[in-house]
């Protein structure tokens, strides 16, 4: 049972380059999730689909792009990285929205912008 | 802003000792309550979810809700090197889409 899948695992790009990191859930959840997380920051919601077709700003959305192409996929793009954006990636999905139920996590995308 | 918080630590527990966990959060429509397990360099594993007040348990863990004083709190009985860890705190209400974590504990329990 894979879970949830992050690809790639990890990624360096230059100041500019564009690049889109994907996940996909086999859970058959509806919600997904992007965060980033930073050495004393926690974890920080970039972007969340609540599900198909719907994608909801969080808390730290400028620079990034999302698209939820079917319900097991959810991929962020990088338009143009900048230095800021070196953090680990984290893919998370849950249940339905009232369900209650717990996110689970991919292994996250460790990406370093130079 | 819903806001979640968690002492920093590090929290520094002897080998066999009770590790305990603190967390408050500020939104009193909050449901559902969770706890996970960061090791370093991995990702956050669910280890604990509790909706009701009261005592859960689970193996060696135990969670604790009080939702009139807006606290959880996680105890970890018999505690190993294994559970040296970053421990999360995850809160979420019935109306909201978005779980709020807090900044976690730095667990470190020495053999």
């Known amino acids: 049972n894979a879970g949830v899948t992050q690809t790639p695992k990890f990624q360096v790009l230059k100041t500019g380059q564009s690049m889109t990191l994907q996940c996909a859930q086999d859970?058959?959840?509806?919600?997904m999730y992007w965060y980033r997380q930073d050495p004393g920051m926690g974890l920080r919601l970039i972007y969340y689909?609540?599900?198909?077709?719907?994608?909801d700003k969080g808390e730290v959305p400028n620079g990034y792009n999302v698209s939820r192409l079917n319900k097991r996929e959810f991929s962020l793009r990088l338009e143009s990285a900048a230095p800021s954006q070196t953090s680990v990636y984290f893919c998370a999905s849950s249940g339905n929205r009232a369900s209650g139920q717990p996110q689970h996590f991919g292994d996250g995308t460790r990406l370093s912008i130079l | 802003q819903k806001e979640v918080e968690q002492n920093s630590g590090p929290l520094s527990v002897p080998e066999g000792a009770i590790a305990s966990l603190n967390c408050t959060y500020s939104?009193?429509?909050?449901?559902?309550f969770f706890w996970y397990r960061q090791y370093s360099g991995k990702s956050p594993e669910l280890i604990m979810s509790?909706?009701?007040?009261g005592d859960k348990e689970d193996g060696r863990f135990t969670a604790q809700l009080n939702k009139a004083s807006q606290y959880v709190s996680l105890l970890i009985r018999d505690s190993q090197p294994s559970d040296s860890a970053t421990y999360l705190c995850?809160?979420?209400?019935?109306?909201?889409?978005?779980?709020?974590f807090g900044p976690g504990t730095r667990l470190s329990v020495l053999p």
């Open positions: 995850a809160v979420k209400n019935e109306y909201g889409q978005n779980f709020v």
């Open positions: 509790i909706y009701s007040n």
């Open positions: 939104d009193r429509v909050s449901q559902s």
């Open positions: 689909s609540a599900s198909e077709g719907t994608t």
């Open positions: 859970m058959n959840h509806n919600s």
